[in-house]
DNA sequence: TATGAATGAGCATTCATTCAT
DNA sequence: TATGAATGAATGCTCATTCAT
């Protein structure tokens, strides 16, 4: 055999962080699907487990409650949430600062559309669980803290409402986008056509922060 | 009959009809702090009907279920949350046009400042009780038509941006004032100045709607 | 009808407690005969509610957990193990001082022979509830402490060995009967004649004491 | 054969025999420090190997479950009780015969602080699992024998009462120490001073026993 | 021999709901 | 109408035990 055998326990050992990662994966990834489905209080363990089709017991072995598991789901949602966002936001971006608004917001709602009822479920439990509260709050702090950072830079350029509160302003859209998100792809109750409804909201927004047109240098703005 | 006068009937019905419906708000009322302090899912009916002062078996001589009460009690706050702006968004009310989205908007605010805990319930469960969900939705589709109807009469007025959707931009507006509620009275992500705060977004909903200043003839405008 | 109607009330909360009462006995006597039947940890709450004759869920309306209905039991057997001796020992009692032990004994291991499962899961759960360990603790001290008094009146009369630390001697003997107790008839390693037996342990203690014997004047020390 | 010479083989197999040895009693010793710490029945066999630092699994290599350690557990702790017991009461030791008796007991209680809460155990076990209780039962019944033997001597030799039944008087004895090692080190009732405790109890013992004070012969006699 | 992932049975506990009084 | 005792279904969680590696 061309292996050593001294490879042999750190193959195995590997193996087995392997097959455990799997299985928590499947165990995420199934709490996913549940959470999405049910209300939160109605989700039992074992359609969780049943779902990534491991025994009930062997929940505990990864995650000490249903809780916890949420935690994890909440933390894995706001991740993606806010890395789609960081690429448009972000200073020194290839977006033109102009535009940004307008590229974020599509790109928001894109992700809402795709995950508002996991979404629901996060903001529902954060209500009283601290730890998944902790993980949505950074993660909508942070959000609005980019968009505080891209209206004071508008500002500062003189192509945004100089009366504006950033703070308030930011909270606003932000809050605007979050709620849409529910009420269209959650509570189902407003049907729009996606295209139209983002051109719209764009302008609504541009309007609200009073953006003036760009001209042809401000592809240099970042 | 042996027992008194004919007349003591509707007497003694009378009072019977008092002293239930008294009983009755009495639960309703019970409910509306119970459910404003606990997760829905948490609250049980014992902890009604105590908080009520009666026995638990009493509950169910009045209710079906928990989530028969929670359906009374969304009835009630989306009913005050209407009323309070009803007065400012109707036709023929003695704000003036051009106002009006400004007084609305402080009002709604404070509406939710005081019911925001039991706007977050109502809504969490509207994601699964049909009922409530329509109960809600009713109600929120009238606010939105009220503020549709508001912003088409300003863009006729040559107030209002013309190119904007008005169902969409009603939707998103109102969409801020519920998220931002939750946000700041529930969530407490966020700490604002009310005042200062209402003014910002009152001009950003300005902006929004890219309304005009108005003239003198304005208050003529109803 | 000759009963008022106001008396209906009282008397209506009366069944009601009365029942109350009974239910909860039949719980409490269920679980006395149940724990004396099986080992404490493999105790079932549904053993004492199928035994009781009751819903398992009721089991709950009158204690909290297992423990606490041992803790009831152990109150209970205690207060008649000590009532069972108290008449015995209690100075100014009939039995004269000089012979008291003898029927202390005797009476003690009758007791015993009755209760010997049950005292000795209530010492086993004393190791680790705190609760019943207090409950045991004070039975037994009071126990003792009576044993003590027999022995220094008996040494200050001149008719017990004045060598004899009485607090040493009395729970000496105390251990002697308990711990026979039990390997008598919870463990039963012995086997022995009742009478023969109670005879030879009387014979024991009064050497153990160096009780000499008594006088026909005797039968006035009290 | 590929590997190592034949001679390996046995060699390998010592070191396994020894190694398999080894790991066998450091589970043996972790489970004699759970016993002693936790009630029996909360003692998981995860605490077990825990505590010996070895896998969960490994355990069930070496015995078939938590009942079976506490059998060897109980094998162990009696026999160092008994031997520690025999050099004293046997015939033909050093002691002389008169004195054994006061030896016996310092010895005894002795033991018993050091094991009393083990003792607990594996009586509380004995009660409901049939081999440790054979265990206990063997070994105590040794002990009495013992005694009983040293009562006929002392009765034979004129030194003791002659009206006592040596084996009521023997098992009166050894329950007064057992059980006075509980309640002493495990229930922790009563506070002595050792030296003093164990002079009262030898007194007590003798004068129980209407021992007669020996004469300078008596040293000859075993 | 050693590991620890996986299984599944078992029990305590809660609580909505009913019903005799 | 009002009470609260009684029911029983539902489910979270633990842990002994097995087994693939």
Not at 135 to 146: D, G, L, P, S
Not at 189 to 210: C, K, M, S, T, W
């Amino acid at each position: 055999m061309s292996e050593g055998a001294g490879a042999e326990v750190p193959t195995a050992t590997g193996a087995r962080a392997r097959q455990r990662e799997q299985t928590r994966s499947r165990l995420v990834d199934a709490a996913r699907e549940v959470f999405a489905d049910t209300p939160f209080a109605d989700v039992r363990v074992g359609d969780i487990s049943a779902r990534a089709g491991v025994s009930h017991g062997l929940f505990y072995h990864y995650f000490p409650s249903k809780q916890d598991v949420l935690r994890e789901v909440a933390a894995q949602v706001y991740q993606e949430l806010i890395e789609s966002l960081d690429v448009v936001l972000e200073r020194g971006g290839t977006t033109p600062l102009i535009d940004r608004m307008d590229v974020a917001l599509r790109r928001a709602l894109e992700r809402h559309r795709r995950e508002a009822r996991l979404i629901a479920v996060i903001e529902e439990v954060s209500r009283y669980d601290e730890d998944v509260a902790a993980i949505r709050e950074t993660v909508q702090r942070k959000e609005t803290a980019r968009i505080v950072t891209l209206i004071r830079d508008l500002q500062r350029l003189g192509r945004a409402d100089p009366g504006l509160d950033a703070e308030v302003a930011a909270a606003a859209l932000q809050a605007m986008v979050w709620e849409l998100g529910k009420r269209w792809f959650v509570l189902e109750d407003i049907e729009l056509d996606f295209d139209h409804a983002v051109a719209q909201l764009a302008r609504i927004a541009r309007n609200a922060l009073g953006l003036t047109a760009g001209t042809p240098e401000d592809s240099l703005l970042r």
